[in-house]
């Protein structure tokens, strides 16, 4: 059983930075695809970013591309969400999570997730 844990959230101002990472423990994450995920009071989870198990390939939400970066250091069984430009509207519960084969944007094909990470962006 994967174990994920993020961690790097907090509470900042509109256009500032923040650095999310995704450490996966019990078990290897490098053959498999990471997705970070959010949710808003009172919304869906929603797709962020994802990449792929080696990183060569990467997608992001409309919401937050040129914005977000994704990567990943399989030695270091990591992934990361690089988020700049912050704004009011990303403030949520970030999730990341794993699932074996490509990467996707559909929430129920991933297979194990983490406890989440609150981001809070004021203006």
């Known amino acids: 059983q994967v174990q994920l844990v993020e961690s790097g959230g907090g509470s900042v101002q509109a256009g500032d930075s923040l650095r999310l990472s995704c450490a996966a423990s019990?078990?290897?994450?490098?053959?498999?695809?990471v997705g970070w995920f959010r949710q808003a009071p009172g919304k869906e989870r929603e797709f962020a970013a994802a990449i792929s198990w080696s990183g060569s390939n990467t997608r992001y939400a409309d919401s937050v591309k040129g914005r977000f970066t994704i990567s990943r250091d399989n030695a270091k069984n990591t992934v990361f969400l690089q988020m700049d430009s912050l704004k009011p509207e990303d403030t949520a519960v970030y999730y990341c999570a794993g699932r074996e084969g490509a990467i996707t944007t559909m929430t129920s094909l991933y297979d194990y997730w983490g406890q989440g990470t609150q981001v809070t962006v004021s203006s």
């Open positions: 019990e078990r290897t994450i490098s053959s498999n695809a």
